[in-house]
């Protein structure tokens, strides 16, 4: 399967997760979360689900064990709703995207001067006014 096919199916699991946990799952321990990414392995055998769950790290860790035993049923849900030819196996896990980035963020600070960040870009912009001679 193209990765063109595998980028767009995966954009379709993620949506038709996101409403499948928030609505089907009744799963107590399932806290808020968001479904941030899929990536379908080449094969379709597995497809694993990057969720950014909501609050303290243990109830994280609930949400992601609770996804886990869901991960049957929302497989059996999606397969009977999309027609592909197979539904992989759902493996879900925490998406530290957002850490890291943040976490880069908070190096550059620290490492450029003070108003340096976005100065670069007005640097090559003419001001208002001056003229092109």
């Known amino acids: 399967m193209s990765s063109r096919r595998r980028a767009r199916l995966g954009e379709q699991l993620r949506r038709e997760l996101s409403a499948k946990i928030r609505y089907l799952v009744r799963d107590p321990d399932v806290g808020p979360l968001s479904v941030t990414g899929v990536d379908v392995s080449a094969d379709l055998w597995i497809a694993r689900v990057y ?10 860790a609930c949400t992601l064990a609770g996804l886990a035993r869901a991960a049957p049923f929302l497989r059996s849900v999606l397969g009977r709703e999309l027609h ?27 490492v450029l001067p003070p108003g340096d960040a976005g100065d670069a870009q ?12």
């Open 51 to 60: 969720v950014e769950p909501h609050g303290s790290e243990d109830e994280q």
């Open 122 to 133: 007005a640097d090559d912009a003419p001001e208002a006014g001056e003229d092109d001679r």
């Open 84 to 110: 592909i030819r197979r539904m992989p196996e759902l493996r879900f896990e925490r998406d530290t995207s957002i850490e890291a980035g943040q976490r880069i963020e908070a190096i550059l600070k620290e």
